[in-house]
């Protein structure tokens, strides 16, 4: 069922607690979620059931509080007003026990680079309580599914853009969680390595697992995801299945309709492709 929501004229305010309880059996049931930096709302009264054993797309424009609301619902961030659950557990009653079940894709940024490719998946897992026999055995598995076998040995800060995302992810998912969140997993990855990180994802969703992808690019949404939430101004303005949400158009299309902000083309007098070189050059050569 899609729903939109209006956006709202309070600026600094949470949005009024929603009547509707969270849902036990979603793996993620988020209500009246509220975030503020110093002035600025960053997620305001955000409401969003996610189903279990779904592929959802997170999408919005920039500052839309996607990434915010990511933080907020796996423990990493703290909400000033709201709850979200966890395959029906607070996530804030119990942060280690949130942690455990899901799987948080880090960003480049926050890893240890100075350590192997297989360094860090071990470390990753061990750190979640993993034996290490068996941590270094899905080590390797993930390392030849994500075609780095031959970069296991190299420090990590030596990697391409799109061999430091993919480590990430597999750092992710090497404790087995049941809900996967992944910020943006396929920028600079290049198209083969991002087809096969597709098909993998796919499949762990059909084996009951849970994928939460944000993204910006709506044609992947639309192709891997079945379901998707809009999100604009810190609230779901549309949620629901694609199909739902696309409602017989084209997503991007549907997308812009959403958010708005879309305006006719700038027209930059300067910008010609060239079409006033040879009037230039007349110029200087009559100088």
């Known amino acids: ?7 709202p004229s309070a600026a600094f305010g949470p949005a009024p607690v929603p009547v509707v309880p969270a849902d036990p059996s979603a793996a993620i049931s988020i209500r009246g979620l509220f975030k503020r930096f110093e002035k600025k709302v960053a997620v305001n009264g955000l409401s969003l059931d996610i189903p279990t054993g779904s592929f959802y797309g997170l999408v919005g424009p ?13 423990g990493l961030l703290v909400p000033d007003a709201g709850t979200a659950m966890i395959l029906g557990h607070d996530v804030w009653s119990d942060v280690n026990r949130a942690k455990r079940i899901i799987g948080v894709m880090p960003q480049p940024e926050q890893i240890f680079d100075r350590l192997t490719g297989m360094q860090l998946l071990v470390y990753s897992g061990m750190l979640r309580g993993m034996k290490r026999a068996e941590t270094v055995k899905r080590a390797k598995d993930l390392l030849a599914a994500f075609d780095l076998e031959q970069a296991a040995g190299k420090m990590v800060a030596d990697y391409s853009a799109g061999m430091t995302k993919k480590v990430c992810l597999a750092a992710a998912m090497i404790h087995s969680p049941r809900i996967l969140v992944l910020d943006e997993p396929f920028e600079s990855v290049d198209p083969v390595s991002s087809a096969n990180l597709k098909d993998i994802l796919i499949e762990y969703a059909h084996t009951g697992g849970t994928v939460i992808i944000s993204s910006h690019v ?41 958010v708005g902000g879309r305006h006719a083309a700038a027209h930059l ?14 110029s200087d050569s009559e100088a």
């Open 269 to 282: 007098s300067w910008l010609d492709g060239g079409a006033d070189e040879p009037a230039a050059q007349a």
């Open 218 to 258: 709506m044609s992947l949404v639309e192709k891997m995801c079945t379901h998707v939430a809009v999100i604009n101004q810190g609230q779901v303005c549309a949620a629901g299945t694609v199909d739902e949400v696309a409602a017989g158009e084209e997503l991007e299309d549907r997308f812009l309709q959403l």
């Open 62 to 74: 920039n500052g839309a509080g996607k990434t915010t609301t990511l933080n907020m619902l796996t």
């Open 1 to 7: 069922m899609t729903l939109d929501n209006a956006m």
